[in-house]
């Protein structure tokens, strides 16, 4: 009896709970998958097998295996700014050790091996599937460009930018200078930046070139951010 009301429980529709799960087993066991093998090698069928679920049950979240790479790929893109973005009373208090501080968390980010992986995935597929890749664009890169242009944006409000500096170009050169170089530098198979103490010496020397000549004279530098 016990075992028959068991089976009866779990056959039906499953709580919200359980659904999360199930939603994060699926999305965590696809981006393995897809950062180890590729999109083209790793099948719904494979992931269904490893993650230990019904292929129909994959298939009632995502109708496509492109439907779950671009899932994928999108919470990706969230995780960064649910993890980096501050709110805007710590924007407005000091927007220029925010920006720092920012900038720091988002290396941690663009350097973890889920990351790397996925990149990997873009390079060596991208030929093949444009789509994926401009979705990639959309959803991680972007926001992570369109996020430094905004605290960019919150340091030139506060008057300690020169007036010359293009916002959205200059965002788009420091973020390439902080993030971009050292992400490219590790897909290359460099073992660069592996220590909190080695990004953060990165950092500090990347905001000192560039901050030298987009901030207003009478500006100091902000308080060294150090990693635990």
Not at 152 to 170: F, H, N, R, Y
């Amino acid at each position: 009896m016990p075992d028959r009301d068991k089976r009866k429980k779990v056959s039906g529709r499953p709580d919200s709970r359980v659904s999360e799960e199930l939603d994060l087993l699926i999305l965590k066991t696809a981006s393995r998958l897809f950062g180890e093998q590729g999109y083209a090698a790793t099948s719904v069928e494979q992931i269904a097998a490893v993650a230990q679920v019904g292929k129909q049950t994959i298939y009632r979240r995502h109708p496509s295996k492109e439907s779950l790479f671009k899932t994928v790929i999108s919470e990706l893109g969230k995780s960064f700014l649910v993890a980096a973005a501050p709110l805007d009373s710590v924007v407005s208090s000091d927007p220029l050790l925010t920006l720092r501080m920012t900038m720091r968390m988002l290396l941690d980010l663009v350097l973890s091996p889920e990351t790397l992986s996925l990149s990997r995935t873009f390079i060596a597929e991208g030929w093949r599937f444009p789509d994926l890749v401009n979705h990639a664009g959309a959803h991680i890169f972007d926001p992570l460009e369109d996020l430094t242009c905004r605290l960019l944006t919150a340091v030139s409000d506060a008057g300690l930018l020169k007036e010359s500096c293009d916002l959205k170009e200059t965002s788009r050169l420091f973020s390439g200078l902080c993030l971009g170089l050292p992400h490219q530098q590790m897909l290359f198979g460099r073992d660069i930046l592996t220590t909190a103490k080695e990004r953060d010496d990165y950092l500090d020397h990347a905001w000192a070139a560039f901050m030298t000549g987009i901030l207003r004279p009478a500006v100091s530098k902000p308080t060294r951010v150090r990693t635990a």
